[in-house]
């Protein structure tokens, strides 16, 4: 089991920043990528970034390259997404994710074992 807590969200301007965080425990030697996905009211959830936790490559929706981007810190299992010139269609509940298989690019949600409980990322226009 691995456990993942998010912080970090809340309500920010648009054209401002937000840092989220998501530490993970348990057994997260089982981690092979952590990634973040968000979900806006009516709408499917959606990859933002992933991040390879041996190598540290990096995969971003196309929709974020340039605004976002994904870190980790291996000392602290815990994995970030810098978010700049925020968007009001950023707006979701965003969720960081254990990928615990070798499955390249790690851009399904459906691949990936454990979750967040989700923070809430809010943009006003």
């Known amino acids: 089991q691995v456990q993942l807590v998010e912080s970090g969200g809340g309500l920010v301007q648009a054209g401002g920043s937000l840092r989220l965080s998501c530490a993970a425990s348990?057994?997260?030697?089982?981690?092979?990528?952590m990634g973040w996905f968000r979900q806006a009211p009516g709408k499917e959830r959606e990859f933002v970034a992933a991040?390879?936790?041996?190598?540290?490559?990096?995969y971003y929706a196309d929709s974020v390259k340039g605004r976002f981007t994904i870190s980790r810190e291996l000392a602290w299992n815990t994995v970030y997404l810098q978010m700049n010139s925020l968007k009001p269609e950023d707006t979701a509940v965003y969720y960081c994710?254990?990928?615990?298989?070798?499955?390249?690019?790690?851009?399904?949600?459906?691949?990936?074992?454990?979750w967040g409980q989700g923070t809430q990322v809010t943009v006003s226009s």
């Open positions: 991040i390879w936790w041996s190598s540290g490559r990096t």
């Open positions: 348990g057994r997260t030697l089982s981690t092979y990528a």
């Open positions: 994710a254990s990928l615990t298989a070798p499955i390249i690019p790690p851009t399904n949600s459906r691949e990936y074992a454990y």
